[in-house]
């Protein structure tokens, strides 16, 4: 029987991440990478494939990442924690020192009767499946995109992008509201109605209807709309098959568990990405946050950690950014009202400027933040930003922030650059200012 | 005599910024601004006046930002700490509580023979200066830019937008060496030079002659260049003469010493900005860095600590970002060459991917970053970028890293938000592949 040092399942955004770390941080030169996957797809760019990509083929997570890892394109079904190995669905059997399950997540699906039929898809990571996608959009006028969330949402931007109507259901109040303030919601369907998207919030689809193939979706309130293809977005669930076969502990939102080092319940084995638990960085409890920026992180962890505990995962913060159309949009740790929810006593700062300097500088955009702290440590809990390019970033500094405890005042005296095309003004930056206005003196 | 609570001199950056924070942390409502200019430049939009932005006009900054502020238009010329008092060259008396000296700095001048003649200018903030500035580019086919620094290469940059001939003499083997290390000069100078600017360094203006009005420059190696305008931005000095006459301490570079709340040897008055003293958040020496983005720095926490001390200047981390051509450049703290200057035993860590992802979205572009970690510690002590627009907040992650003194394993763990549109894929985030890099275990 082969024996790899370390063996992954998985090659997506945690599997790729765990052996390109295992391989530079400990030098192991004999890796071995499982995943079911000919092509693997760049998880967030699933929604460009269908207007700004223009295709699933220039979506595509390239094996060069992988350098000399060895790539076994086959289904791991079974682990003998004992012998320490792993058996496919190909018959081979694959030793192991170490061991790390990457092994994502499945879209979750909802139990809407009809969601059997033609034309109606979920947002699958395989080539294949989005290739029909594709196709079936090619043929469609209107579709129905069921989950206002940020897949969701960037699903309606793109469909627009190929001319489509589009409408969102969506069962909360507002689109994006796991992610964003109400307030950051309204400004992101201002967007999309704008750009001619349809939503449709507060309510969900009870039925989906047609013969063979979908041709309409009926709402709880019994409104029906036309749909030629519909959609379905409303988030994931762990893969923890392979997992739950070897034993492992699941945790409270079904995810593998692991401690802080990224190790399961069984020696030797790890867990990262979408397929692990999560815990929030600010409760300590369990959280159902899945991005790929998490996965990379645990899986730096995880592949760190191989052969000793060295870094902590201190808990997901949760960093999400998106764009509609001209818009970024941007959230990192919890928003006005998670926080609230979770029991912090808070304190809100906002502020808003342009994101060049002065105003008159071609491209110029508003660029608003607002700050979450916690009334008596002041530390910042959360941020969210909406405006240009820039906001990308922007939350990454929010996050940076909130990971290393800053306070109200550290932020109000954070030393930054400007430059007139690249940022705002010195007098005028969003995330200080917002940190200052949180916390006036003339009111302690 | 007019009294008020917090009295300021200065209305740029800093003088702004500690007027609105004055007013906003301390709801002081009789606060008086003291200021030369009728109209005040942006500082860092004044090199854009001349290409960008079209019109020194476009790069005022707006007086609505001073809200109630009483403003007065004159000189100041002289305190008197004792009976806490101002007068001005129009003969005006005022009283104050508290004083913020914002008085700035007045660009160097090179004892270069000539430079006296007309079209010769120094970057001075004074909005008449910059129109006779744009005349005289108007009329002009060659320009000499003496500097190489940001200001100069800005400049350049600008003035090619004009359509001119542009020539920078630098005296370093480099532009931006001040800011940046040899592989962002030599980045940036390949991008001046695609774009047209005559580029000369290790070399210097020894003369510049013509007969009333400039014609050429005679250069040390007895090379000569013509030049209808010439352009002097090698730096400035402090204006401290209103401080020097009411007897405030100076410091080893020539500005207004103050102590970690922004306080000057005389109780009551406080500075911040060009005109103060500033030391370096790494070694806690007195260092040259003048950037507006200090400035506005150093003005909110002198306002902050108006009547008590509250937050703590830890000194100058230095903070730069630059635009040339489609190439943005940043750098924060350190560069390599500094930090082994300053005696740091230091470990560089590097990386490099587009800033969108995949990268077959559109608009994608390199972004190159490089990090400076002391060995010992692990700290962070540098960082600089280049690429595309979002360098200018990249380089402010990396500011808000050094500023947490944050380690390489930390950096390398950090928790970031990513999006195909907004920034670079998760598994290949420059910034934690830069800290990632720098410190393999394999080598410890």
Known sequence: MKRSDLVIVGGSAAGVEAAIIGSRQHGIDNITVIRREQKVMVPCGI?????????AEKNILSDTLLGDTELIIDEAVSIDPKAQSIVT????????????????????????????????????????????????LDYAETVVI?????????????????????TIVELLPHCLLLNCDEEFCIRAE???????????????VSAILGDHRVKEVELATGERLKADVV????????????????????GDFKGIKVDLYGRTSVPNIFAAGDCAEKYSFFTGKPVGLRLASIAAHEARIAAINLFEPRVENRGAIGVFSTKIGDIAFGAAGL?????????????????????????????AQQLQVKLVFDRMSRRLIGGEASGG?????????????????MTAYQIATLQIG?????????????LIDAAERAFPSRDW
């Open 335 to 363: 928003t006005q009202r998670a926080a609230m929810e979770a029991g912090f006593d808070i304190v809100v700062g906002r502020a808003g400027a342009v994101d060049k300097h002065p105003g008159s500088m071609p491209g």
């Open 89 to 136: 669905a190909g018959g081979k059997a694959i030793g192991y020192e170490k061991l790390i399950l990457a092994t994502g997540s499945q879209p979750a699906a909802p139990p809407i009767p009809g969601r059997e039929l033609d034309n109606v898809f979920t947002v699958r990571k395989d080539i294949e499946y989005l290739q029909s996608l594709e196709r079936a």
């Open 231 to 250: 959609i379905i977005a409303i988030g994931v669930a762990p893969d923890t098959r392979l997992a739950q076969q070897a034993g492992l502990e699941a």
């Open 389 to 405: 390019v820039s906001v990308g970033e922007v939350v990454n500094i929010v996050a940076t922030a909130i990971g290393n405890g």
């Open 146 to 166: 069921i989950g206002g969330g940020f897949i969701g949402v960037e699903f309606a931007d793109e469909c627009k992008r190929r001319g489509l109507n589009v």
């Open 47 to 55: 929604p460009y494939i269908f207007g700004t990509l223009g295709s």
């Open 418 to 430: 400007t430059h007139p095309a690249l940022t705002a003004s010195p007098i005028a930056y969003q």
């Open 190 to 204: 201002e967007e999309l109605t704008k750009r001619g998207v349809k939503i449709i919030c507060g309510n969900k």
